[in-house]
């Protein structure tokens, strides 16, 4: 199932009925800027405000580490990023453990933002 809003997608990995739905939970935020060896990510916890950002290798299996002990926290996660042809085993592992994926589209992000220079902590924002 897909529902554009803006220049987003959400993309429902077949587990549109978790429980963060169904009760109306507040998500934690992800923006992910993704990279084949690697994500910079930016995120919120909506509980405590508490804004972070961090590097996560997938060669060193950080990346997946990362998001399975969210989920053995119970965390309710929203992750959004640009559409990238290197993230399907991303996108496998966030469906498998039914957190809710956003995909923009990075031409109409980028036209969006107004910025001087690029860098990966940037895009992570």
Known sequence: MHNNVSSLTRVDCDCSTTKAR???????????DYHPSFQQIAFVDTESGEYSERQLHHS?????????????KGANVRVGME???????FERLLAELGFELWIGDPAEINARRVRKQKTDRKDAD
């Not at 169904?22 to 992910?32: Q, T």
């Not at 060193?60 to 053995?72: H, I, M, P, S, T």
């Not at 559409?83 to 085993?89: D, E, L, Y």
């Open 22 to 32: 169904e009760e109306g939970a507040e998500h934690d935020h992800y923006r992910v």
């Open 83 to 89: 559409a990238t042809g290197h993230a399907r085993w």
């Open 60 to 72: 060193e299996g950080e990346a997946e580490k990362f998001y399975r002990d969210l989920k053995r």
